[in-house]
């Protein structure tokens, strides 16, 4: 697993706020594997950088795949996050993302709805009949952006905030992401990631009141590159 590193993962920082461009196989949070998260490598991190005693506040306000990539909002303090927690309630937290496919939209722009069920057991989520039990509305909007070497680049804006949604979403229209074996995509990458990444990010700072619209570009990698180096 990628270490931390705040050099080239800062995005923004303040007293309040900490936004990091996270690389795939990175976890935002501790899980069965062990592995050490982002979110206490970040906390050791502050700890060291401000030479602060005890316990260093980090909440999580939301959180990627682990073989996704891009930009992830922390609060370093409980204002924050309570306020944060409460745009995201309403809707007022933005978040965009950018998939790779194979095939091309038959739309070039449209939402897609849909209800989503989690099997815990295999970490996967399931389009599902609305009336099924634990059914979660998922809705996102999407945009068809370009085209390069039979691979196509698409704008994703989350609505709701489901599991794996829109991996799940885009598979059940026949479209997974490139790389996502789990949701149906034929071939796995060369190495532990998928095309998806999480660009932009656009909120009210929950203190200062200032308009914040953030972006991180794909790692480096031949796929990202053919469509960013343009």
């Known amino acids: 697993m990628i270490e931390f ?21 990175q976890i935002v949070q501790g899980d069965k594997t062990g592995d050490r998260p982002l979110n206490e490598s970040i906390k050791r991190f502050l700890k060291e950088k401000y030479n602060k005693p005890g316990n260093v506040f980090l909440g999580v306000v939301h959180r990627i795949d682990r073989p996704a990539s891009g930009l992830v909002l922390f609060a370093k303090t409980s204002k924050a996050l309570t306020r944060v927690n409460e745009m995201i309630k309403r809707g007022d937290l933005r978040k965009t993302y950018w998939i790779i496919v194979a095939k091309r939209p038959e739309q ?25 039990k634990g059914a979660k509305k998922a809705l996102l909007h999407y945009r068809y952006l370009r085209s390069k070497n039979n691979l196509h680049l698409i704008e994703v804006e989350l609505k709701t905030g489901r599991h794996h949604q829109i991996r799940v979403q885009f598979a059940h229209l026949g479209n997974p992401v490139k790389g996502d074996v789990k949701y149906g995509f034929p071939k796995a990458n060369d190495g532990p990631f998928i095309h998806l990444h999480a660009q932009r990010l656009e909120l009210t700072h929950p203190v200062t009141g200032e308009i914040l619209k953030l972006e991180a570009d794909p790692p480096e990698e031949k796929s990202w590159s053919v469509f960013i180096k343009e």
């Open 108 to 132: 070039e722009e449209g939402e897609l709805e849909n209800h989503l069920w989690k099997y815990e057991k295999k970490n996967k989520s399931f389009v599902v009949d609305s009336k099924k």
């Open 5 to 25: 590193d705040p050099v080239s993962q800062i995005i923004y920082e303040d007293n309040h706020l900490l936004v990091i461009n996270k690389n795939p196989t």
